[in-house]
């Protein structure tokens, strides 16, 4: 069917066609991913029990500083060792808190 069969066809017929493709790849995409969940799950489960033997805390959210890598282990004067009136020298700094225990008594 060439270009001139193409014309042809009604736009319904067009529609229906391209919608059954969509739909197959969907259901294609679907079963692949089931798939592949299923065959990483023991990989997953080797990697949670290695996280609770080497009791991991949390995730590293950023790598500039010692106080963005992980928020729940730092402290409130951190960021301003080299002086207390010095700017925070790495950009993460600003996007995230000093977490709610730390500031917790600073508000009571």
């Known amino acids: 069917m060439g270009v001139t069969g193409l014309m042809k066809l009604r736009r319904s017929t067009i529609y229906l066609g391209m919608t059954s493709g969509l739909m197959l790849t969907l259901a294609g995409l679907l079963l692949h991913a089931s798939g ?13 029990a290695l996280v609770r033997q080497v009791e991991l805390t949390d995730l590293c959210l950023f790598t500039e500083a010692s106080y963005t890598r992980n928020p729940s282990m730092t ?16 950009p993460s700094g600003g996007l995230i808190g000093p977490p709610t225990h730390l500031t917790r008594n600073q508000r009571d």
């Open 36 to 48: 592949q969940r299923r065959a990483a799950e023991p990989g997953f489960a080797r990697k949670a």
């Open 75 to 90: 402290d409130l004067s951190t960021p301003f060792q080299d002086s207390p009136l010095s700017l925070d020298h790495f």
